[in-house]
C-alpha cells in the first residue's frame, strides 16, 4: 500500500473546495446547530494553535484493537499552571454507511471504503465492498438528484473515492473494476448525464424525460419529481404536473 498522503490530499481539498460539507459533521461532533448557509471560515490545519477548547476532535479513518477512544491533550503555561482535556475519538469504521447517509456526514464518505483496506489489499472477500461501493455510488447520485449535493460536489467526491481505492489497491488487479463501479474516469454534470439520456431514448424531449426517468429509477416520489421538474426547467407547477404525468 502507498504512503498516505493521498488521504491527506483528499481531505485538504474537500474542505478547501466544499467546506459547506462539513457543517453536518460539526454539528454532530458538537451538538451544534449551524446552517450551510452559515459564514465559514476556513482556518489552516498546519500553525493555527489558538482554539477553544473542547473544539478539537480527532478522527481515525484507520483503526484496529489498539486505536484509543479518546484523546488526551496537557496545556502547560508559564505560569506554571497545567491544563488536561480529554476528548473522544471518531472510529470511522463503528459509522455505517446508512448512517453516514441520513445524517450528511459527507466528508466520511470516501475514507469509508478504508475499513475494507485489507480485503481491498489483497483480493480476498470484496463481495461486501461491492455491494457497498454500490450503495454508495446509487445514494450520491440520488443525493445529486435531489439537489442535496451540486454537481462539483458530486463529481469531485466520486473523483475522492476513486483515489482512495487506488490508493489502497495500488495497481492490483482488481483496482479498475472497482473504480469502474464508481462511474469510470470520465465525469459529466448532471445536465450531461440527464441530455445523453434522452438522446439514447431518441425522443423530442429527451432531456426532461430523462430526468423524470431517473427521478422514478432512485426512488423520488410523484411530486418531488414534478418539483424538481419546476426547479430544472423553471416550468409552472401545471406544466411539470402535465409533463411527469405523460412519462411515469
Not at 460539526?26 to 450551510?36: A, D, W
Not at 454537481?151 to 487506488?166: H, P, S, V
Not at 489497491?169 to 473494476?177: A, C, I
Request: aromatic share 12%.
Amino acid at each position: 500500500m502507498k504512503k498516505t498522503p493521498d488521504y491527506d490530499d483528499v481531505f485538504k481539498t474537500m474542505k478547501t473546495k466544499h467546506k459547506e460539507l462539513f457543517v453536518p459533521l460539526i454539528n454532530e461532533l458538537y451538538g451544534t446547530s449551524y446552517s450551510v448557509k452559515d459564514a465559514i471560515e476556513l482556518l489552516s490545519s498546519e500553525g493555527y494553535v489558538h482554539f477553544k477548547l473542547p473544539d478539537f476532535t480527532v478522527i481515525y479513518v484507520k483503526s484496529s484493537a489498539i486505536t484509543p477512544t479518546a484523546t488526551k491533550v496537557c496545556f502547560d503555561f508559564p505560569s506554571g499552571e497545567s491544563v488536561r482535556y480529554e476528548n473522544r475519538n471518531i472510529i470511522l469504521k463503528d459509522y455505517s454507511k446508512e448512517y453516514i447517509i441520513e445524517h450528511k456526514l459527507y466528508p466520511y464518505i470516501p475514507f469509508y471504503i478504508v475499513r475494507y483496506a485489507k480485503e481491498l489489499s489483497t483480493e480476498q472477500d470484496l463481495e461486501k465492498v461491492e455491494l457497498d461501493l454500490a450503495y454508495l455510488q446509487k445514494e450520491l447520485t440520488r443525493l445529486r438528484i435531489e439537489n442535496e449535493l451540486e454537481d462539483a460536489a458530486y463529481n469531485d467526491m466520486i473523483d475522492f473515492i476513486m483515489i482512495i481505492i487506488r490508493h489502497i489497491t495500488n495497481g492490483n488487479s482488481s483496482e479498475e473494476r472497482l473504480v469502474e463501479m464508481m462511474g469510470g474516469t470520465i465525469f459529466q454534470t448532471k445536465t450531461e448525464r440527464d441530455i445523453e439520456y434522452g438522446r439514447t431514448l431518441g425522443l423530442e424531449q429527451g432531456l426532461e424525460q430523462g430526468v423524470i426517468i431517473t427521478c422514478k429509477d432512485f426512488g423520488l416520489s410523484f411530486d418531488d419529481t414534478i418539483a424538481r421538474i419546476m426547479h430544472q426547467f423553471s416550468k409552472s407547477e401545471t406544466d411539470a404536473r402535465e409533463l411527469v404525468g405523460k412519462y411515469w
